[in-house]
């Protein structure tokens, strides 16, 4: 059965004339209840500034937020829930630059370790470069 739809199907609003580009950020929201949490507090506060500083360049130009982050081993968990357990921690990075309602996340298992996918490794999909 055909459609009676002529138009064209888009994307959200949000997402028009970013120019295929995306910010990513990535494993930033978390609890800091990890060994040498307090050592790199420091850091991850400078890292979060400047990725406020950059998020609000990008945001007046149009560009789309995507948050990847683990699960903290909550399988069954969302957005919602996994941001919410990153502030009941007195975590400064985390309530810095927590995610907008508007912006997209992504849940990752917490370790991607694979022959195909080593620690450490970036992935882009080529949609976003």
Not at 56 to 67: F, H, M, N, S, T
Not at 69 to 85: A, C, I, Q
Not at 99 to 111: E, G, L, R, S
């Amino acid at each position: 059965m055909e459609s009676d739809r002529t138009d064209t199907p888009t994307a959200p609003m949000r997402d028009a004339g970013s120019g295929g580009m995306a910010m990513l950020i990535i494993d930033m929201i978390g609890c800091f209840d990890f060994p040498g949490a307090e050592r790199l507090k420091p850091k991850a506060l400078a890292a979060a500034k400047a990725i406020l500083h950059l998020r609000g360049k990008l945001e007046a130009a149009g560009v789309p937020v995507i948050y990847v982050n683990d699960n903290f081993g909550e399988w069954h968990s969302e957005k919602s829930r996994l941001v919410e357990r990153a502030l009941e921690r007195d975590n400064p990075v985390s309530r810095m630059i927590a995610p907008d309602d508007a912006d997209y996340f992504v849940i990752k298992p917490q370790a991607m370790r694979s022959p195909a996918f080593p620690a450490g490794s970036v992935f882009m999909s080529s949609a976003l470069a």
